[in-house]
């Protein structure tokens, strides 16, 4: 499939479509918007059959933490996928409209977490639609299940601290994958504008075609090997809050790189601290 090391990881509509009834599958709607719109009530307007809704902030991120958006912990992830009707055998299926973008942290935080029967659907629910799939309205309730989290997956996760100590390691990629606006510092979305010193800029979305599904493996590698973000080094992806950053995370997985962290606290913590040090400029 498309050349991908990994295509366990991406769920074809085909192979969706012919799984709906599984008892054993769980289709998750991860559409969350940053404009004004409401996930939730893109998801009750339509959504796959037999989809939960998810929101990323609320049940995929730790509520009280400080930056926004950490990884949340054992507990709250035992119990949040216990109320979807996910168990440890569940196979998960997550799925937005923009790609995987907000879907990609659902296979972040169940990955961390040992759980390695999540696949993200590619092409998403735009790709169901404009093959003509079905679709259901209002709300899905699943029968409660019995999750249990795996110990965390220390080697997919870099904390604030961790990364300043490796900035001058020639081993380290580090990559900023959010809009050049925000790269440069033109676009101040912290108490300081600019990056991560030594990040390569490599935008999150160009990983997709433009109809929302991966582009082939020869592709993504192509594009990071041509900017030093070789197989060999110890890659860090980094956005504003760990959104984008699983994402980037997600599209190297597929292709087989197999040292890839992701610093979940972003922009938010790295910009918002006074005592880590930054860069400007194009």
């Not at 925000?182 to 990983?207: K, M, T």
């Not at 997985?253 to 040090?277: A, H, Q």
């Amino acid at each position: 499939m498309a050349g991908y090391a990994h295509p366990e990881l991406l769920a074809e509509t085909d192979w969706l479509a012919a799984h709906l009834n599984d008892p054993k599958l769980r289709i998750v709607d991860c559409r969350y918007y940053y404009d004004g719109r409401v996930g939730r009530d893109a998801y009750r307007e339509g959504h796959i059959p037999g989809a939960v809704y998810m929101a990323h902030p609320i049940d995929l991120s730790d509520p009280t933490a400080t930056p926004p958006n950490l990884v949340p912990g054992p507990e709250q992830v035992a119990a949040t996928m216990s109320r979807f009707g996910i168990d440890n055998d569940t196979v998960v299926v997550g799925y937005d409209d923009e790609g995987a973008h907000t879907a990609a942290r659902l296979w972040w935080v169940l990955t961390y977490y040992g759980h390695t029967k999540v696949k993200l659907l590619n092409g998403g629910i735009v790709k169901w639609l404009a093959e003509g799939r079905p679709v259901e309205s209002g709300e899905v309730v699943p029968p409660l299940a019995v999750f249990r989290p795996g110990l965390p997956r220390t080697d997919m996760r870099v904390r604030g601290d961790e990364l300043r100590a490796e900035l001058n390691d020639p081993r380290l990629g580090l990559l900023d994958v959010r809009r050049a606006t925000e790269y440069s510092g033109a676009e101040v979305r912290a108490a300081r504008g600019g990056r991560i010193p030594g990040a390569i800029h490599l935008f999150w979305q160009d990983n997709l075609n433009p109809d929302w599904t991966f582009r082939n493996a020869d592709e993504i590698r192509a594009r990071h090997e041509a900017a030093g973000a070789t197989p060999d080094k110890n890659v860090v992806t980094y956005c504003q809050s760990g959104i984008r950053a699983s994402h980037a995370a997600f599209s190297l997985y597929l292709i087989g790189y197999e040292n890839v962290r992701m610093y979940d606290g972003s922009w938010n913590e790295w910009g918002n601290r006074g005592d880590l040090p930054i860069e400007t400029g194009g």
